[in-house]
């Protein structure tokens, strides 16, 4: 047995996202968005399921705030619904959903728990995708007008800020794969979005320093880790390909200024080009207090000519899987936060989620999901690793606090540490909350 144990100074939290938990859809003056469209396209979401009532943590975060409390986390992070501050995205301010971030964020601190707002986790307003959602430079600047009224409106309740939630999801997942709203299959559409959230990054950012407003500022990009089937080039480059569509496409143009050679060139051979207008690189490529890291999975990968996007196969080599059917991968954790620090440098890093979706019932009135308190001990261990050789982590947020409205899988994929009967809305503690909460209190855990 071995013991883990991280530095004293590191934040632990859990997290969640508004249109996953939230529901209340139509209370308050809340506007659509793309996932109330989606959701109720027949076709998109497994069993027709969508986000009208969710959790109903609207009206239940009290009980939230008090099962946090008791967990003993430092920091929680959600995410704002875009279209309850501004139900047309742009115009006038809906104040009912100011006034319930307030209440929220008021109770958060009112029981020590430190709030980092995401202010976009994909529930686009729906009156911004009817003039071409983020493929139409204005619905940038409409991104940056929302979040500098958040800035002044929240400054000095909150004071850790993500701009936008996994820009590989939003662009490419949403808009090429097309699995998630609005749900296109387009590549040079997703890729000029890939640009336009950047930018949108950047533009908020600008709004940030501009607003002289204490507190830190960062995005939390998805990496999924590849390793190569082989030593042979061919596969070494397929893989580096797979890998760079979520690593150096979204941390090259913010970290170093530019977009990646060896990317752009490969989407130029499948027609693709990416307009960047004057001023833009200025706007993406300016300083971030920290970077969120998302990591859930990792796959081998070979080059197979004409395969996929990037002439690329993913490889069954007998990983063992998640109930989302995702290789559990933690040694790519490790090397991704390695690989960042090799190529970035030591930026303090908060990793905004990680966790596993287990799709285990109530049972006497106990959930016994093992398996997820596993994949947490392994992907701990290598965070461990990778604080020990010297990647800045400030702390550790696990997805989710809640089982909660699981995008195109609906209710059917769990990745909470609470369960949630979404019949009843009864909330239950999984064995997994009680192991993070001993974690969280002890600082260390037996591996
Ligand atoms: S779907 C997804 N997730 C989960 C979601 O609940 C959360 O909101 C996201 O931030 C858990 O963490 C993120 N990520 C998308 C991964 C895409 C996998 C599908 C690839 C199919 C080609």
Request: glycine share 8%; aromatic share 16%; with cysteine.
């Amino acid at each position: 047995m071995a013991i883990i144990e991280f530095p004293k100074d590191i934040r632990w939290g859990a997290a969640t996202a508004a249109y996953q938990i939230e529901g209340a859809a139509t209370k308050d003056g809340r506007g659509l968005s793309i996932w109330d469209t989606f959701s109720k396209t027949p076709g998109k979401v497994l069993n027709g399921d969508n986000g009208d009532i969710a959790c109903d943590s609207y009206h239940r975060y009290e009980e939230d705030i008090e099962l946090m409390k008791e967990l003993g986390i430092d920091i929680y992070r959600f995410s704002v619904s875009w279209p309850r501050i501004f139900p047309t995205g742009t115009g006038e301010v809906n104040q009912s959903g100011l006034q319930y971030y307030h209440d929220f964020v008021d109770a958060l601190l009112a029981n020590g728990i430190e709030p980092m707002c995401t202010l976009y986790h994909w529930d686009l307003p729906q009156a911004l995708q009817d003039k071409g959602g983020w493929e139409n430079r204005e619905t940038v600047d409409a991104f940056a007008e929302y979040s500098d009224l958040m800035f002044k409106e929240f400054d000095g309740k909150i004071k850790k800020w993500i701009t936008i939630n996994e820009p590989w999801c939003v662009s490419f997942l949403s808009n090429f794969i097309g699995i998630h709203a609005p749900g296109y299959q387009n590549l040079q559409l997703a890729t000029t979005i890939s640009h336009h959230l950047l930018l949108a990054h950047g533009k908020a950012v600008t709004k940030f320093r501009e607003s002289g407003l204490t507190g830190e500022i960062g995005y939390a990009p998805n990496l999924e880790w590849n390793e190569p089937y082989s030593n042979k080039q061919e596969d070494i480059d397929a893989c580096n390909r797979g890998m760079g569509w979520f690593i150096e496409w979204f941390f090259d143009p913010v970290f170093k200024g530019s977009y990646p050679q060896f990317m752009l060139d490969w989407f130029e051979k499948k027609g693709v080009t990416l307009s960047i207008q004057d001023g833009d690189m200025a706007f993406i490529h300016q300083p971030i207090d920290f970077v969120g890291i998302n990591y859930y999975t990792g796959s081998v990968v070979r080059y197979k000519e004409n395969h996929e996007l990037f002439d690329n196969e993913k490889v069954d080599i007998g990983y063992e899987k998640t109930d989302f059917d995702w290789n559990i991968y933690p040694e790519g954790f490790y090397k991704a936060l390695s690989k960042l620090k090799d190529q970035y440098g030591q930026i303090p890093i908060y990793i905004t989620e990680n966790g596993a979706c287990y799709n285990d019932g109530v049972e006497n009135g106990r959930v016994k999901d093992q398996r997820r308190i596993d994949y947490l001990k392994q992907h701990l261990t290598s965070l461990s690793r990778a604080i020990d050789s010297g990647v800045n982590i400030k702390g550790y947020l696990t997805w989710s606090l809640l089982d909660n409205f699981e995008w195109a899988e609906g209710y059917d994929k769990r990745f909470g540490i609470i369960h949630v009967d979404f019949n009843t809305l009864e909330r239950t503690k999984k064995d997994s909350y009680y192991w993070y909460k001993q974690t969280i209190k002890n600082g260390w855990f037996d591996m």
